[in-house]
């Protein structure tokens, strides 16, 4: 019987958890439904749910982000690069790494890749070892005619075990890593 009671109890429980999550009210549990949503792809919804975490918590870092990450998916460049600031603004060091990384990505989708340079080297000087931040700082040299600094920060990239940097490597450059790199 007792057994039956408590397996009745941690049901009733697990549905009241399961409900909206305005139930518990708490800003990771709005955080967690939107994680859930934009794993889904429902990126409004996510929107929304991260916007409630925020309303309640206005120094969760990581609601920031995956909102930002979110508007960045939706193709709303200028809310998802006010996130991003906003966690380089309050994050602890790698969440601003992070952020300096993100919205320069932004900035080069947008076609501003004079102004997502900075971020990368932000980015790179807050984490040497950031092979993403190496990548798109590449890609916007490569935009704006610099083929120097691309060859270099390619090739920093690939050495930081970036795939996707090896292979631009491997089609431009074949004896890439034969070269010495710059000291």
Same mark, same amino acid.
């Given at each position: 019987? @007792? !057994? *039956? /009671?408590?397996?009745? #109890?941690?049901?009733l #429980?697990?549905l009241a ?8 009210d708490?800003? +990771? ?9 934009h794993?889904?792809? $429902? *990126?409004? =919804? ?6 409630? /975490?925020?309303?309640? &918590?206005?120094?969760?870092?990581m609601?920031?982000?995956? !909102?930002? /990450?979110a ?5 709303n ?5 006010? &996130? ?7 994050? $602890?060091?790698?969440? %601003?790494?992070?952020?300096?990384? +993100? !919205?320069?990505i932004?900035? +080069?989708? =947008?076609? %501003?890749?004079s $102004? ?5 080297? *932000? ?5 040497? @070892?950031?092979?993403?931040a190496?990548?798109? %700082?590449?890609?916007?040299?490569s ?6 600094? +691309? *060859?270099?920060d390619?090739?920093? #990239?690939? %050495?930081?075990? &970036?795939? $996707? /940097? =090896?292979?631009?490597? &491997? ?6 890593r034969?070269i010495?790199?710059?000291?």
């Open positions: 019987m @007792k !057994r *039956l /009671a408590t397996s009745f #109890a941690l049901a #429980a697990g958890l399961a409900g909206d999550p305005c139930i518990a708490s800003a +990771n549990s709005w955080y967690s439904s939107g994680f859930t949503m794993r889904s792809g $429902e *990126l409004k =919804e996510a929107v929304r749910m991260y916007s409630k /975490a925020i309303e309640i &918590d206005a120094q969760f870092v609601a920031y982000q995956m !909102r930002a /990450a508007w960045q998916s939706m193709h460049f200028s809310k998802a690069i006010d &996130d991003y600031t906003t966690v380089i603004t309050i994050g $602890e060091p790698s969440f %601003r790494a992070v952020g300096y990384l +993100n !919205r320069g932004v900035k +080069n989708m =947008e076609g %501003r890749y $102004e997502a340079i900075p971020d990368f080297d *932000l980015a790179i000087s807050m984490d040497k @070892k950031m092979g993403p190496y990548f798109h %700082r590449a890609i916007a040299r935009k704006m005619g610099d083929t120097t600094g +691309n *060859l270099d390619f090739r920093q #990239a690939a %050495r930081l075990g &970036d795939p $996707e /940097a =090896e292979r631009v490597l &491997d089609l431009s450059t074949p004896g890439w034969q010495r790199p710059p000291q």
